[in-house]
């Protein structure tokens, strides 16, 4: 191992020589380089080299090029403002003259190491992709990767990254049509199912259409050459070849005989043509077809045709789909609604054309799932209302909306979810067609909090609030829309009594309440009993759900009466049960509220020191005996007790001894309780 350290090492010699001649590096540093390079050596050369060693090695030397290489750049400005009668300027000059070995050397230096590696750790797909982007993206040796893209696609005939990488290495290195054709047929032989080499194919000859098209435009009758500048790939014949599909021996035949002969607009197409068919017969399916639309999207009037055809393939394909359909209803108009296009005077005719076209799909009885027509429709109106200044068409858009809504639901072709639309697109009717929902849709918990939530602005309705609630749980019966349902309910009643719901989704709850004064704590009864029901209702005593809805209960009662929050959190508990849980959750939430002020709240130190106090005093026999609530309070002590005049420290060290005889693996608790005492 060391005579072939040595030996690299000696064959670097010259290129060190350079390095410092040219003055880029100075003796010192040389010396650094020599240093580490030789104990990165020692590693890649070691009996079983590691794949990190080569890759420490490699990032090295990139880091030295990029070093090198700006120094250099630097170096060659300043020289040109330097006296030429400085002796040791003239030599550095003339090294830098004569310096291309130097300019390179680190570049063969890299290409070698990652030609080791990969000899060694071929099977590696990333490192295959790492050579080929530092290659790309640096521009150093790209034209001589052409053996390297052979040797990757023979490993891994089945990444399609390789394939399209020597396609486009043929195709923008090389300028060659031909070979870049060739490879991305082969690929697709081996992944006749890979969406990205159809489209990557695809892109590549709509590209070339482009070019010859403008060339023709340009000088009529010139023959498109090959230049080659750049090591060809060298692939072999694939073992995966001889078992690929047949169907696309037909593709290759097609494309090798259109290639022949492109002499006008009609044979300049063919191969894009040929290419969309074969993808389509390969994986038929509806996105698919969008993405070949969506490489044709800003390309040239050329491609009108083809777009034309694809129309022509999703209206075939899928005469029955609700989305298909209607995104052939819409084609008329841009995709993204813009308000300059509203103004265009083509505008008026063209949203005539789309509206009938939907008026079309929503009549045939051969579409299914006609719900989600009008979903799709919805999206459409809206997307042109809201970039209007028209207040005119904004209102044709409306009427038209509440047209099609009053069909659909006749017609019971209509969701929840655009049913809910309906109600808020007709203000007036809305509680009708709330009730309306209730009846068409009894089990669908949003439109029944939508119709409880209306109840708390009109008091004139047929039902109240109650009779809503006890109508809703004896309809609503899955889970989602249990949740639903209580989640508008519950956000409802808390606002009213100036608190809000929130789903404690990793942000902290609004504490505004807490700068309060403390209200009048007539109303809980009747709040306490809604939380109650909305539980007892779900049965998900171990739900995340659940956790929300006591959470908010928690809160509310924080912020809004805080010298009855133990009463009332015992009272909870008593009914709820799972005091352990509930204790947890309580702790919990008022110390992220503390945390989460400025200005420490007193009252709420004091109510959490006598629910640690409590929650103690509950502990059972059935508990966990993992000591983490004295563990906790302790925290809370270290962290507040200061701010609560007296006793904190008897009060730390009452839970810190409770806890050692409490729980059973002592040690574990007295390793928690250090950590705890340097945290904090």
């Known amino acids: 191992m060391a005579g072939a350290v040595r030996y690299h090492l000696e064959l670097m010699l010259p290129e060190l020589d350079d390095l410092e001649k040219t003055g880029l590096f100075t003796k010192a540093e040389i010396k650094a380089i020599v240093k580490k390079r030789t104990a990165l050596e020692y590693s890649i050369h070691r009996r079983i080299p590691l794949l990190s060693d080569y890759l420490k090695y490699i990032e090295y030397e990139i880091n030295l090029e990029k070093l090198r290489s700006l120094r250099s750049s630097k170096f060659k400005t300043s020289t040109k403002t330097t006296p030429n009668n400085d002796k040791i300027s003239k030599l550095k000059k003339q090294a830098l003259k004569n310096n291309n070995a130097v300019d390179s050397s680190i570049i063969r230096r890299i290409h070698a190491l990652f030609n080791k590696s990969l000899k060694k750790f071929g099977g590696d797909v990333g490192l295959w992709k790492m050579y080929f982007k530092w290659a790309v993206d640096s521009g150093a040796g790209v034209k001589a990767l052409g053996r390297s893209f052979g040797k990757a696609i023979q490993q891994h005939p089945r990444e399609n990254t390789f394939w399209i990488l020597a396609a486009s290495y043929e195709y923008n290195t090389n300028h060659n049509i031909q070979t870049a054709r060739i490879l991305f047929l082969r690929g697709l032989r081996i992944n006749p199912e890979s969406q990205e080499l159809w489209l990557e194919y695809y892109k590549l000859e709509i590209l070339w259409a482009v070019k010859v098209y403008a060339r023709r435009a340009i000088l009529v009758g010139g023959e498109d050459k090959v230049r080659t500048t750049g090591e060809s790939v060298e692939l072999p014949a694939l073992n995966e070849e001889k078992d690929a599909n047949n169907q696309l021996e037909e593709l290759t035949k097609e494309v090798e005989e259109s290639t022949e002969k492109q002499n006008d607009d009609e044979t300049l197409l063919r191969i894009p043509r040929i290419i969309f068919k074969n993808a389509i017969e390969a994986i038929p399916t509806f996105e698919f077809h969008l993405k070949f639309l969506s490489v044709l999207s800003s390309q040239s009037p050329l491609f009108a045709p083809l777009i034309t055809e694809m129309y022509d393939s999703i209206s075939k394909h899928f005469p029955t789909s609700p989305i298909a359909r209607s995104f052939l209803a819409s084609k008329s108009l841009p995709s993204i609604p813009t308000n300059d296009y509203t103004k265009q005077t083509d505008f008026v005719a063209n949203l005539k054309t789309c509206v009938h076209e939907y008026d079309k799909v929503f009549c045939d009885e051969t579409v299914v799932d006609k719900y989600k027509v009008l979903e799709e429709f919805e999206k459409f109106v809206d997307g042109w209302s809201l970039v209007s200044e028209s207040a005119e068409l904004r209102k044709y858009f409306s009427t038209l909306l509440a047209k099609v809504y009053s069909r659909s639901f006749a017609n019971g072709e ?267």
């Open 414 to 680: 209509i969701s929840p979810a655009s049913l809910l639309n309906w109600s808020k697109l007709e203000s007036s009717e809305t509680l009708e067609i709330l009730k309306l929902g209730t009846d068409k849709f009894p089990g669908n918990g949003m439109i029944w909090g939508e119709l409880i939530s209306l109840s708390f602005d009109n008091g004139s309705q047929q039902l109240s609030i109650s009779e809503i609630e006890s109508l809703a749980k004896s309809k609503i019966a899955g889970v989602d829309e249990k949740f639903n349902f209580w989640k508008r309910y519950l956000g409802r009643v808390l606002e009213k009594y100036g608190g809000s719901w929130s789903d404690f989704d990793g942000e902290a709850a609004d504490d505004d309440a807490m700068e309060t004064e403390e209200n009048d704590p007539t109303y809980i009864p009747e709040i306490q009993r809604i939380f109650n029901s909305a539980l007892s209702h779900t049965q998900l005593a171990h739900s995340t759900f659940s956790t929300i809805v006591i959470k908010n209960f928690l809160f509310f009662i924080i912020g809004t009466t805080p010298s009855n929050f133990l009463p009332i959190l015992s009272e909870f508990i008593s009914w709820y049960g799972r005091s352990q849980y509930v204790y947890a959750l309580a702790t919990t939430l008022i110390m992220d509220l503390l945390k989460s002020k400025s200005a420490k709240n007193v009252q709420l130190i004091r109510v959490t020191r006598k629910l640690f106090d409590i929650w103690v005093m509950s502990l059972g026999e059935k508990d966990e005996k993992d000591g983490r609530v004295f563990l906790k309070a302790i925290e809370f002590e270290m962290t507040y007790g200061g701010m609560h005049g007296g006793g904190e420290f008897q009060s730390e060290l009452n839970f810190y001894y409770k806890g050692r005889k409490w729980v059973d693996n002592e040690e574990e608790f007295l390793r928690q309780y250090e950590e705890i005492k340097m945290s904090v």
